[in-house]
């Protein structure tokens, strides 16, 4: 008990000190995985922050990921931007790399978007596919929501039968249409990392149902819908690897096409939060 009554301290404590610094209140929260950090540039920024000088704030390890909470306006919508996350592998548990998301929420923001790069696991998919999530497999062996539950962020039983909204994920697929981008989706499986799977996970993955694979992203969801916010979550296909024809998976190239794919992804968002009606 004690050790989360010292995590909700450290969120309302983080929170209070945002809250000081920046008189902007987000109505969307956005955080930019791996090689999508582009559209954080595109911010017309109020106030940015490393994350080495928030308190609390984890810091992330991975060099893909910039690390800066930005605060700004976005095709006029106010937003709030977390350029890279943390993540399972670093050693972190569920609550702690999810802690910058639990922070922002105290401020009531009405929508998350969150980005990766995943790996294929549909055939039908190919290297540079954006795909929206309809559903999730949680495969990391932690929940965020463990241990007591603060009333005042959530239910302690949230739904998840509806995680991924379904008007944001029409509506995404409509401003894709006018923009003549083609959108896949499917289910997306979190897997702890930081090794890549092998041609049996792979196998097994494809065969509960999973359409791509990643190391993030399902923590977060999961903290958004406790929180009563709508999710839209997107992931760039850095690759796909077919189990009966297997080839060697380098995080270079998964680096490399979720940069190639970044400023199609941009754009998309972009034109997708001009039409939101907040």
């Known amino acids: 008990m004690e050790k989360e009554n010292q995590y909700f301290k450290k969120v309302e404590e983080t929170y209070q000190f945002l809250k000081e610094k920046v008189s902007l209140s987000p109505d969307i929260v956005i955080t930019l995985g791996t090689g999508l950090s582009s559209l954080g540039e595109k911010v017309k920024k109020v106030k940015t922050f490393p994350y080495k000088e928030i308190p609390n704030f984890p810091v992330s390890t991975v060099e893909t990921h910039k690390g800066e909470l930005i605060f700004g306006f976005l095709e006029n919508k ?16 569920t609550k702690e790399l999810t802690f910058p998301l639990r922070v922002l929420t105290l401020f009531k923001p009405k929508i998350y978007i969150v980005s990766n790069a995943a790996g294929g696991l549909n055939l039908t998919f190919k290297s540079g596919d954006i795909m929206i999530i309809k559903d999730h497999i949680n495969l990391i062996p932690d929940n965020p929501l463990r241990g ?30 006018k923009l003549n981008e083609e959108i896949k989706e499917g289910v997306y499986v979190a897997i702890p990392g930081p090794s890549l799977e092998t041609p049996a996970e792979t196998k097994f993955l494809k065969i509960i149902g999973a359409d791509a694979v990643g190391m993030s992203t399902v923590p977060e969801v999961i903290v958004a819908v406790h929180a009563g916010l709508k999710v839209l979550g997107i992931s ?38 001009r039409e939101l009606s907040l």
């Open 236 to 273: 760039i296909i850095s690759n796909v690897n077919d189990p009966d024809n297997f080839k060697p998976i380098l995080f270079s190239e998964v680096v490399e096409q979720s940069k190639k794919t970044e400023k199609r992804l941009e754009k998309l968002i972009r034109a997708f939060i």
């Open 148 to 177: 007591i539950n603060n009333e005042k962020w959530g239910p302690r039983f949230p739904d998840m039968s509806r995680a991924y909204d379904l008007e944001l994920r029409e509506l995404f697929k409509k401003v894709a249409q």
């Open 78 to 93: 106010k937003i709030a931007v977390l350029q890279g996350r943390f993540h399972y592998y670093e050693g972190y548990s």
